[in-house]
């Protein structure tokens, strides 16, 4: 694009910067002639989808020249079940980016705000800031207010003056892993004003196992203005198909329909979501792993002396001691694709997706030579 074209767009949209995907696998293959690269740099899940994915995808095949069923009925009657409400309580994204991004064009505009998190997913600035709407950022947490490197909530609610519609919590966020309780944030969510959207977003649900972490999703007789957002893309292992849902109230399922696309989610997405929902094996499996490799990397971390963000999710940022740039590309040279976080205000961090036990250890052994 031409200066004049960028000058031309909407203030936010100037400031703002593209969304940098990972490495893929095949670019780096070619760029460094490597045949056996390993990613950990997207948050996936490393077995893939289940086997009853793949077989419900082939009865997609048939209805390839037709229109996805624009009102997901399979599928939203699938969830409505799981969650115990009704189908127009449910939003299908493509992706649960694109619910988030549904929310910002219903309800955001250049004389309002959203309020988000220091170091909180980096699709929250870029939906208010196409918007033209003012992006209000809470100061993160550092351990006493707030987990380190997390959400304040204290903080969050300073944000929130008479313009701000939206409010963004990732609950775990990404790249920090770091997660909120129960009690802080539904006091969080009964002290917000009702013209105003609470998004809970939930990327990372099936993977937390603490005590205290609440399931938002049974609070939604209480809040109409709450939205939880969900995906497809992590634990259930469906990243390509983009499939996520936002469950709210009928009211504001209602609004955010307004300004979907007719047919945002592609058919295959919506086969191998209700199938990915009924492999209940397939889902323990993924967490099991999870849990394992989480545990194998932080060891190994403690091994080499570096210190990291206690994260619940499918990753963590792992503090290297020195320009996380040089790591990284030390890391591509061993065929190790990571992801540097200083676009998220954590200069020193690299933030490490969990992989298989082969994966993980292939990480630790390029860290450990890179650092040597
Ligand atoms: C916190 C968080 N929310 C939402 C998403 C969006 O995921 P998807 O659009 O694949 O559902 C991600 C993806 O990385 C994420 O980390």
Redesign the pocket.
Known sequence: MTASMLDSAIPGVQVLRPYSPGKPLSELEREYGISDAVKLA??ENPLGPSVAVLDALRGGFDALARYPDGNGFDLKAALAERHTVTTDQVTL????????ELVARAFLSPQTSAVFSAH????YPIVTQAIGAQARVAPAGDGRRGPAFGHDLDAMREQVDADTRVVFI?N????TGTWLPGAALRAFIEAMPENLVVVI????FEYVDEADYPDTSQWLDDFPNLLV??????AFGL?SL???YGISQPGLADVLNRVRQPFNVNSFAQLAACAALEDSDHLARAIKVNRAGMAQLTNGFDSLGLSYIPSV?N?ISVDVGRDPGEVYEALLHEGVIVRPVDNYGMPGYLRISIGLEDENRRCLEALGKVLA
Do not use: H, Q
């Not at 775990?172 to 790249?175: D, I």
């Not at 977003?201 to 990372?204: L, S």
């Not at 957002?229 to 992590?234: A, E, M, N, Y």
């Open positions: 997207s948050n994204g493509n992706g649960s980016n694109d619910v988030l909180a997913f980096a699709v990732a775990p966020n990404n790249p977003d939930e990327a990372y957002t969900r995906t497809f893309s992590k990243a983009r499939i996520g999710g990753f």
